[in-house]
C-alpha cells in the first residue's frame, strides 16, 4: 500500500490504523494485534506517523522510527479537536491522521530509554515522598489523638517514634504501640529507598552535561535540573522560551477578546512536577533576596511592593524556565549577571 500519512490509535492490546495516500484517500483501515504492528508497519515504504502521547506512545515511536518511518507525537488535547462525531478507535485514529498534517499543530519530543528510565526515579521518587508525608501525618493524628502533639517540622517526629520505640515507657496504651509500629518501620524504609532514589539521580546528573548545564542556574539543583533535561530531550521542539514557560504553567491565563488583553490566573498547566520544582527553589530564593544584594535583588524587590509572595515566586520560576531554555539551546553555563542594588 502506497500510504504516505498514517494515524496509529494506541492501546494495550489490539491498534487501529488509519492510512491514506498523497492525495488524502484513505486506503488503509485496518485493526491490527500487539503482535502484528511491526509486520505491517515494515512492509510500508517510509511514511508519517501519527500518534497520541500515553504511556506506551515513546516505545512505539522508537521501534516505529527504527523501521524507517517518521513519527509525531501530539497531545491527546490537541487530537480531540478533530474528532468528527462519536468515539471509537478508527475514529479516533482519523483524527490522528487529520491532526499530524497540520502544519501549527504542537508534537512532543521523543523520549530514549535512557530519559525514561531517569523520569522513572524521579516519579518514583516522588511517589516515595507522598507516602513518608501520608505516614508522618497519620503518626502525628493518631499519637494526638492520645495526647502528645509533635511540634512542626519532619524533625521533630523523632519524638513521637522514640516514644512508640520504647518498651519501658507508659505514657502510651501497650496496644497503641502495637498499631503504630509498623507505620514507623514503614516509615524508615520509606527514608532508606528515597535516599537510595536520590543518589541515582545524582549520579545521573553528573554524567549528563546539560543537567549539570542548569544547575549552574541559582534556584535550580540536581532534581529539577535532571527533571528538565530528562523530560525536554529536544529544546528546539518550543519556538522561545516564552513558550516554554507557558508550556510548564507559569503563565496567566488569558481571556482576551475584542483587542483587550485580560490576563487571568496562573495557567498551571503542562508538567506539574518541574512546575512544583522551579516555584519550590523560588521560594527558598525569595528568602534571602530580600535581605541581601544579590543578582537582580532590585527586580524582585520591586514585584514584592506590588505583588503578593507566591505571584513572585512564579515570576522567578518564569524566569528560570526561560534561562534554562536558553541555556539548553546555546549549549552555555549561566553568567552571572552584574550586580544591581537597589
Given at each position: 500500500?502506497?500510504i504516505?500519512?498514517?494515524?496509529?490509535?494506541?492501546?494495550?492490546?489490539i491498534?487501529?490504523?488509519h492510512?491514506i495516500?498523497?492525495?488524502?484517500?484513505?486506503?488503509a483501515?485496518?485493526?491490527?494485534?500487539?503482535?502484528?504492528l511491526r509486520?505491517?508497519?515494515?512492509d510500508?515504504?517510509?511514511c508519517?506517523?501519527?500518534m497520541?502521547?500515553?504511556?506506551?506512545a515513546?516505545?512505539w515511536?522508537?521501534?516505529?522510527?527504527a523501521?524507517?518511518?517518521?513519527?509525531?507525537i501530539?497531545?491527546p488535547?490537541?487530537?480531540?479537536?478533530?474528532?468528527r462525531?462519536g468515539k471509537?478507535d478508527a475514529?479516533d485514529a482519523?483524527?490522528?491522521?487529520?491532526?499530524?498534517?497540520?502544519?501549527n499543530?504542537?508534537?512532543?519530543?521523543?523520549?530514549?530509554?535512557?530519559?525514561?528510565?531517569?523520569l522513572?526515579?524521579?516519579?518514583?521518587?516522588?511517589?516515595?515522598v507522598?507516602q513518608?508525608?501520608?505516614?508522618?501525618?497519620?503518626l502525628?493524628?493518631h499519637?494526638?489523638?492520645?495526647g502528645?502533639?509533635?511540634?512542626?517540622?519532619?524533625?521533630k517526629i523523632?519524638d513521637?517514634i522514640?516514644?512508640?520505640?520504647?518498651?519501658?515507657?507508659e505514657?502510651?496504651?501497650?496496644?497503641?504501640?502495637?498499631a503504630?509500629?509498623?507505620?514507623v518501620?514503614?516509615l524508615?524504609?520509606?527514608e532508606?529507598?528515597?535516599?537510595?532514589?536520590?543518589?541515582?539521580?545524582?549520579?545521573?546528573?553528573?554524567?549528563?552535561?546539560?543537567?549539570?548545564r542548569?544547575a549552574?542556574?541559582p534556584?535550580?539543583?540536581f532534581l529539577?535540573?535532571s527533571?528538565?533535561?530528562?523530560t525536554?530531550?529536544?529544546p528546539?521542539?518550543?519556538?522561545?522560551?516564552?513558550?516554554?514557560a507557558?508550556?510548564?504553567?507559569?503563565?496567566p491565563?488569558?481571556?482576551?477578546s475584542?483587542?483587550k488583553?485580560r490576563?487571568?490566573?496562573?495557567s498551571?498547566?503542562g508538567?506539574?512536577y518541574i512546575?512544583r520544582?522551579?516555584?519550590?527553589?523560588?521560594t527558598?530564593?525569595?528568602?534571602?533576596?530580600?535581605?541581601?544584594?544579590?543578582p537582580g535583588a532590585?527586580?524582585?524587590?520591586?514585584?514584592?511592593e506590588r505583588?503578593?509572595?507566591r505571584?513572585v515566586?512564579?515570576?522567578?520560576?518564569n524566569?528560570s524556565?526561560?534561562?534554562?531554555w536558553?541555556?539548553l539551546?546555546?549549549?552555555?553555563?549561566?553568567r552571572v549577571?552584574d550586580?544591581?542594588?537597589?
Open positions: 500500500m502506497d504516505t500519512t498514517a494515524g496509529l490509535d494506541l492501546a494495550k492490546n491498534f487501529q490504523v492510512g495516500n498523497a492525495a488524502g484517500d484513505v486506503i483501515l485496518r485493526r491490527l494485534r500487539r503482535s502484528q509486520e505491517f508497519f515494515s510500508l515504504k517510509p508519517l506517523i501519527g497520541e502521547a500515553c504511556g506506551t515513546h516505545f515511536a522508537r521501534e516505529l522510527v523501521l524507517g518511518h517518521e513519527v509525531k501530539m497531545p488535547s490537541y487530537v480531540k479537536a478533530y474528532v462525531r471509537n475514529v482519523e483524527a490522528i491522521c487529520e491532526a499530524v498534517t497540520r502544519p499543530m504542537r508534537f512532543v519530543p521523543i523520549k530514549s530509554e535512557d530519559q525514561q528510565a531517569a522513572m526515579l524521579h516519579k518514583t521518587r516522588e511517589l516515595l507522598r513518608q508525608n501520608m505516614l508522618i501525618n497519620a502525628r493524628s499519637m494526638a489523638e492520645l502528645m502533639i509533635a511540634p512542626q517540622g519532619r524533625g523523632k513521637i522514640a516514644v512508640i520505640e520504647d518498651a519501658e515507657d505514657s502510651i496504651p501497650a496496644l497503641a504501640k502495637v503504630l509500629r509498623p507505620l518501620a514503614q524508615r524504609a520509606t532508606e529507598n528515597t535516599s537510595v532514589l536520590s543518589d541515582e539521580i545524582m549520579i545521573w546528573h553528573r554524567n549528563n552535561e546539560d543537567s549539570r542548569l549552574t542556574i534556584g535550580i539543583g529539577t535540573a527533571a528538565i533535561v530528562a525536554v530531550p529536544d528546539s521542539f518550543f519556538r522561545s522560551a516564552r513558550e516554554f507557558a508550556w510548564l504553567g507559569l503563565v491565563r488569558q481571556n482576551s475584542g483587542g488583553t490576563l487571568g490566573r496562573i498551571k498547566q508538567n506539574r512546575r520544582l522551579l516555584v519550590t527553589g523560588a527558598a530564593m525569595l528568602r534571602y533576596v530580600r535581605t541581601k544584594t544579590t532590585d527586580w524582585v524587590n520591586s514585584l514584592l505583588r503578593p509572595p505571584l515566586t512564579v515570576a522567578m520560576a524566569k524556565a526561560r534561562i534554562a536558553a541555556l539551546m546555546k549549549r552555555e553555563t549561566y549577571p550586580v544591581m542594588t537597589s
